[in-house]
């Protein structure tokens, strides 16, 4: 699933509004939904070797038994040696080039953006100055453009972070995979690298990319945070707000009725 990973995410960062009108035009709802079509199938795909070929096996004097890849084949270590760096190629560096180039596309169009806006907020007329003592002189109006600026410099943050995220989640497993193809040899005593703790604290690492993701969306995209706080009360908060937009009406409507009924009373008695 991760060679499609940073396809889905730049299709998922481009609708922003901080990004620019092209953005909306390509990230149309139908394209968006045959993207979908088009990843979880490929992803679906990746991982049928290790449906098909995943077998138990016995390691050690204790006895454990281990999940791994058996290819058919004389030649199983070959192509198990050759299997995995193409996994690594699939799952890593590709991946990797095309989030790079990808988000760099999405920086370099706000960063232009934001080059427009600076331009057109530096030529717009600036406004006349507040007295010092005037009342309210400390709440002023807050300047569109630079809500967008900063929204747009949080994207790039984001997509930053998402692909250091990257890097440090996997490369520790690429590093493993070239320890053990390349550095460690049949006949040396095991190392810590060896071990099944380093094996398991790579699979953890691993895994923290995935989970890790929508905690970046929800730091750095306000956007991001309201949605999912919406999908997380469902309907709860709908009949919630609707109990208390009623709520609010009906408490409107016995002000407005005891202000008439006020206001009748006093006419009546300056009559």
């Known amino acids: 699933m991760e060679p499609c990973r940073a396809l889905d995410s730049f299709v998922v960062s481009l609708p922003v509004r901080a990004v620019c009108q092209f953005a909306h035009e390509l990230c149309t709802r139908r394209k968006i939904v045959g993207a979908i079509l088009f990843i979880w199938p490929l992803a679906f795909s990746c991982g049928l070797p290790v449906v098909l070929y995943n077998v138990e096996v016995t390691r050690g004097r204790s006895g454990y038994k281990l999940c791994m890849i058996r290819l058919p084949g004389e030649n199983g270590r070959q192509s198990f040696m050759l299997y995995k760096f193409t996994e690594s190629a699939l799952f890593y560096f590709i991946p990797m080039v095309l989030q790079i180039v990808l988000y760099g596309i ?3 169009r706000l960063f232009a953006s934001n080059a427009a806006l600076n331009g057109g907020r530096l030529s717009a007329p600036q406004p006349a100055k507040t007295p010092l003592f005037a009342p309210h002189a400390n709440q002023r109006k807050k300047n569109p453009a630079s809500d967008t600026i900063r929204a747009r410099k949080g994207v ?4 930053i972070s998402s692909v250091l995220l990257y890097f440090l989640s996997y490369s520790p497993l690429q590093a493993r995979l070239i320890y053990k193809s390349f550095i460690a040899k049949p006949g040396n005593p095991p190392t810590f690298f060896d071990s099944m703790e380093f094996f398991v604290f790579v ?7 995935s989970a890790a993701n929508p905690v970046l969306y929800a730091i750095f995209s306000q956007n991001f945070r309201r949605n999912f706080q919406r999908c997380l009360c469902c309907d709860y908060c709908r009949h919630r707000s609707a109990r208390t ?4 009406a009906r408490l409107l409507s016995r002000r407005s009725t ?9 006419l009546a008695t300056s009559m």
């Not at 005891?258 to 006093?266: H, K, N, Q, V």
């Open 106 to 108: 999405i920086a370099k």
């Open 156 to 159: 790039v943050k984001m997509l």
């Open 203 to 209: 699979m953890v690492v691993t895994l923290i990319n």
């Open 245 to 248: 937009s009623s709520q609010d």
């Open 258 to 266: 005891r202000s008439s009924s006020a206001l009748g009373r006093t």
